[in-house]
């Protein structure tokens, strides 16, 4: 089969891992792009790609690309950030998940300003990945 001597061990055709549907990560939730100041770049996203607006925050613009998932404009303000996040029905659950499989995780955080619980886990590289799970406003 072309390509089947290049899977990572354990992973096969497809790139099916077993055990892989027992993972609380589902998708991919959100792209973050850093930027200085995401209200005032919001605008071109709008205009120029045609992205419309879903919501905003103090410190981030949230735009819907016409395919995947919502890109957030936000200013990490020199902090550590992720490039995207991970979605998960239960945060609180799905942090468990990756401390008993031995990963290095973060602290659970709720925003104060949407309904949205996330936190941070690290791959062995020191890489910094993030998990959210949120609910839908009525």
Known sequence: M???ASCPAGVGAGGYRPGMSDSPLRKVDTV????????AVAGWYQDTLGWP?????????????????????LNPEGGEWSGFNFHTPDAVAARQWLIERGAEVGELNQAPDQPVTWFWFR????????VCSYSVRA
């Open 2 to 4: 072309p390509g089947a």
């Open 32 to 39: 973050f792009v850093k930027v200085d100041d995401p209200h």
């Open 53 to 73: 607006e879903l919501f905003r925050t103090s410190h981030i613009v949230v735009l819907q690309a016409p395919e995947g998932p919502p890109v957030t404009l």
């Open 123 to 130: 791959d062995p590289l020191g890489n910094r990945l993030e």
